[in-house]
């Protein structure tokens, strides 16, 4: 991914954050078969606040791409936060010197590492447990894997496979318009403000 440096985002902190706000991911695997990129929800887990920790996600096991997973293999994890397409009908500055273009503002993380293939049925439960977890927790009722009958959910879980990612580089880009003077980023925050959709709105909040 190129990152012109004034779009660098390397607070390894803000990173795991980042990956844990927006989940949903995608999983791209490299072989001499050939690209492949699969969307899953991931589950972010560290040890300590200094760790990058490992990133946990399961497939279908129908989907043929796990048995493409070698033990140690390279994976790369991306991640997609809100994007916003920019008007230079918002900029100060188109007044005064038309030397204005459209853009699109983004945030993405990419998480290198190494993968392995997950079958183990207690490891499998504990991982539904976490990701169902991580996103009940703000629901007014939280649903756990525990209410679904114990039979239903075996059957389940003999359904999928685990992959586990010992993540080894997190590399993090947030085009907020950081590169505009600062009339032009309050002209860019009011105008994703006014606009319509969730997406504009979530990528004001990046703008200072």
């Known amino acids: 991914m190129y990152i012109p440096n004034h779009f660098k985002e390397e607070n390894q ?8 706000d927006y989940s949903f991911g995608l999983l791209v695997i ?3 078969e050939g ?8 589950h972010l887990s560290c040890r300590s606040e200094d760790s ?9 096991r129908n989907n043929p791409v796990w048995q493409r997973i070698q033990d140690g293999a390279r994976v790369l994890a991306i991640f997609q936060g ?28 990419h998480a290198q590492g190494s993968a392995r293939i997950v079958q183990e049925p207690s490891w499998l439960k504990n991982h539904l447990h976490h990701l169902t977890d991580q996103h ?15 039979d239903f959910t075996e059957r389940l879980v003999q359904a999928i496979v685990g992959v ?22 309050a002209g860019v925050k009011a105008g994703l403000e006014a606009g319509e959709g969730a997406q504009n709105r979530a990528m004001a909040k990046f703008i200072s």
């Open 35 to 42: 690209i492949e990129a699969n969307h899953v929800p991931f």
């Open 52 to 60: 990058l920790g490992h990133l946990q996600c399961h497939l279908a």
């Open 164 to 185: 586990e990612i010992k993540v080894e580089t997190l590399t993090g880009k947030l085009k907020a318009s950081q590169n505009q003077p600062a009339g032009n980023r």
């Open 136 to 150: 009940e927790s703000e629901m007014v009722t939280p649903w756990s894997v525990d209410d679904a009958p114990a």
């Open 30 to 32: 490299s072989d001499d």
């Open 82 to 109: 809100p994007d916003a397409y920019i008007s230079p009908s918002w900029y100060p500055t188109k007044a005064e010197t038309g030397r204005v273009v459209p853009t699109w503002n983004y945030l993405a993380v």
């Open 13 to 20: 902190k803000k990173l795991k954050q980042y990956v844990r």
